[in-house]
């Protein structure tokens, strides 16, 4: 999983600081020549969706989604067990549904041949970040989860001594 933490925070990273290049750039021509970059829109809405996910994954990885922690603190630690269960299904259960309906997308976008309007490359390329993405946010929710049912469970071992 080291290689895949890496991955996500290097592609993440690089993508954030292109998207803010060619905004800068869109931004200085337009000011210059009073006409835009067409493409630059485009494709940054496209890289958009990718680092959206991408981040996504790494707070899955860091635990930092939002929680209801005021919820966490009524119940006792061994049905925390469960709670944290029915959290990693339910995100598993939305991703899976978006993973559906992104290779969907992708299937209809490679079928019926279509370009982006201004740079003319396959909308398929950019829409397999739906279910890439999907996948990896996946990984990450699993490997939460494992590391907090572990946590609870040093925690419930701590109480019985």
Known sequence: MRYLDLFEEYLCAFLIALMATLAFINVIVRYLTEQSLAFTEEFI??????????????????????????????????????????????????FAILFYYGVDMVLQEYESGMVTY??????????LSVPVGSIIVVIRIIQATVVELRALDAKIGEGAK
């Open 118 to 127: 201004s740079m003319a490359l396959p909308m398929w390329w950019f829409g």
């Open 45 to 94: 809405i496209n890289l958009f969706v990718l680092a959206t996910l991408l981040g996504a994954s790494m707070a899955f990885k860091r635990g930092a989604h939002l929680g209801v922690t005021f919820i966490d603190n009524l119940l006792p630690t061994k049905m925390l067990r469960w709670v944290a269960g029915l959290v990693a299904v339910c995100g598993i259960a939305l």
